[in-house]
């Protein structure tokens, strides 16, 4: 992970990895991690109790799925779900690359045990 007073170059840190829904921590903001990620097809449904789930689309076009509409994000859009709000996130037009803000420790599919391990790059 990068120190904190020093420059991160996004593009490098997405292009030392290839494998999706993994996000890799980038640096640390108040508490928080702040991560980048390579998705492709579909996640899981879930929701985060403790925290809202930001999404800051790179590249690509993410579908927001939500449990009474879906909404698409674009390169260059953020989306932020509430916390407590059931969604599901899909690439289906191909990879979408982003950078993502959450409180540190935060489970990526709202629950610790089927949670992808947290990764610093």
Same mark, same amino acid.
């Given at each position: 992970?990068?120190? !904190?007073? %020093?420059?991160?170059?996004? !593009?490098?840190?997405?292009?030392?990895?290839?494998?999706?829904?993994?996000?890799?921590?980038? =640096? =640390?903001?108040?508490?928080?991690?702040?991560? *980048?990620? $390579?998705?492709?097809?579909?996640f899981v449904w879930h929701s985060h109790a403790d925290a809202d789930d930001f999404f800051f689309v790179l590249k690509g076009e993410l579908d927001v799925e939500l449990r009474d509409r879906v909404e698409r994000a674009r390169a260059?859009?953020?989306?932020? *779900?509430?916390?407590?709000?059931?969604?599901?996130?899909? !690439? %289906?037009?191909?990879?979408?690359?982003?950078?993502?803000?959450?409180?540190?420790?935060?489970?990526?599919?709202?629950?610790?045990?089927? =949670? !992808?391990?947290? $990764?610093?790059?």
């Amino acid at each position: 992970m990068t120190p !904190a007073g %020093r420059p991160i170059n996004l !593009a490098q840190k997405l292009a030392s990895f290839s494998d999706r829904w993994s996000p890799r921590a980038v =640096a =640390a903001f108040n508490g928080h991690d702040v991560m *980048v990620v $390579k998705v492709e097809g579909e996640f899981v449904w879930h929701s985060h109790a403790d925290a809202d789930d930001f999404f800051f689309v790179l590249k690509g076009e993410l579908d927001v799925e939500l449990r009474d509409r879906v909404e698409r994000a674009r390169a260059g859009e953020i989306f932020v *779900v509430p916390r407590g709000v059931e969604h599901r996130t899909a !690439a %289906r037009q191909g990879e979408v690359e982003m950078l993502l803000i959450e409180p540190t420790g935060t489970p990526n599919t709202g629950d610790a045990a089927t =949670a !992808a391990q947290r $990764k610093e790059i």
